[in-house]
């Protein structure tokens, strides 16, 4: 298993920024690729960005790209988010996930969740 717990949420002002961290314990040489997801209250889970475990593979969901910034630092088995620009709309539960390769099968793992609020 692979265990996550996200922090580094709260309250921010419209254009101000925010860096999300999400820390990875258990199995760890499984996995495969990490995201960011997030929902807003009264919406589905959305995709915003994601990165492989090993190499420079990153994919964003195309109204984040130029604002949002996914990164890893293997060494401290943490998963990054760096948002800028921060908007109204930006208001959610993030949410980070793990893809895993196990020889049982393929899992995937969420975290908690951390609440950013983006508000005057």
């Known amino acids: 298993q692979v265990q996550l717990v996200e922090s580094g949420g709260g309250l921010v002002q419209p254009g101000g920024s925010l860096r999300l961290s999400c820390a990875a314990s258990?199995?760890?040489?499984?996995?495969?690729?990490m995201a960011w997801f997030r929902q807003a209250p009264g919406k589905g889970r959305e995709f915003v960005a994601a990165?492989?475990?090993?190499?420079?593979?990153?994919r964003y969901a195309d109204s984040m790209k130029g604002r949002f910034t996914i990164s890893r630092d293997n060494a401290k088995n943490t998963l990054y988010l760096q948002m800028n620009s921060l908007k109204p709309e930006d208001t959610a539960v993030y949410f980070c996930?793990?893809?895993?390769?196990?020889?049982?099968?393929?899992?995937?793992?969420w975290g908690q969740g951390t609440q950013v609020t983006v508000s005057s």
């Open positions: 996930n793990a893809d895993t390769r196990q020889v049982s099968g393929n899992y995937v793992y």
């Open positions: 258990g199995h760890i040489f499984s996995i495969y690729s």
């Open positions: 990165i492989a475990w090993s190499g420079d593979s990153t």
